[in-house]
Antibody, heavy 113, light 112 residues
């Protein structure tokens, strides 16, 4: 059974950093592209970043370019999202997704002073 | 960016009834490889989104045949027949033909 478990969320002040993790199991992690998608409270879904199966290619939405870094450790079957210079508008539940098919349960990130 | 316009914003359907949701794109979603990467998701209350339909009309693993997708180019439709209580939630379309991937704004399905 495919499982994706996000962690690392919490309350952080504007301008600070946070690193999210997504532990994957139940499939061959190194075979699949992975993505982060977020959802602000009571809002719709918004793609954040994608990484290719081998980590060689990464893509970001414009509003997070230069601030967020997506990465993966295929040996650990884990996806990461390093979030720097956080802003209030980054407040959201962050989901990891495999190949746009299966999603984790999400982790909440609140950026507030 | 590609804009996906979902209608209606909300639906109130009786148990056993049929629901239809439209997703219109600001540009064609046919990829240069001939595939159309338009997917449908359901987000049940308090849960993460689950994939229902991929590439316009293909039901994902375990999705009942009450769910069907159709369309081409810029106009797409999700139909839910014989609506059941567990179908309530917000339905989203997603396109990943063009970068960046974009979602529709969602359609909330409520059961009468």
């Amino acid at each position: 059974e495919v499982q994706l478990v996000e962690s690392g969320g919490g309350l952080v002040q504007p301008g600070r950093s946070l690193k999210l993790s997504c532990a994957a199991s139940g499939f061959t992690f190194s075979d699949y592209n992975m993505a982060w998608v977020r959802q602000a409270p009571k809002k719709g879904l918004e793609w954040v970043a994608t990484i290719s199966y081998d980590g060689s290619s990464t893509y970001y939405r414009d509003s997070v370019k230069g601030r967020f870094t997506i990465s993966r450790d295929n040996a650990k079957s884990t996806l990461y999202l390093q979030m720097d210079s956080l802003r209030s508008e980054d407040t959201a539940t962050y989901y990891c997704a495999v190949n746009w098919e299966r999603w984790g349960q999400g982790v909440m990130v609140t950026v507030s002073s | 960016d590609v804009v996906l316009t979902q209608t209606p914003v909300s639906l109130l359907i009786s148990l056993g009834g049929q629901a239809s949701i439209s997703c219109r794109s600001s540009q064609s979603l046919v990829h240069s490889n001939g595939n159309t990467y338009l997917h449908w998701y359901l987000q049940k209350p308090g849960q993460s989104p689950q994939l229902l339909i991929y590439q316009v009309s293909n039901r994902f693993s375990g999705i009942p045949d009450r769910f069907s997708g159709s369309g081409s180019g810029t106009d797409f439709t999700l139909k839910i027949s014989r609506v059941e209580p567990e179908d309530l939630g917000v339905y989203y379309c997603l396109q990943r033909t063009h970068n960046p991937p974009t979602f529709g704004s969602g359609t909330k399905l409520e059961i009468k």
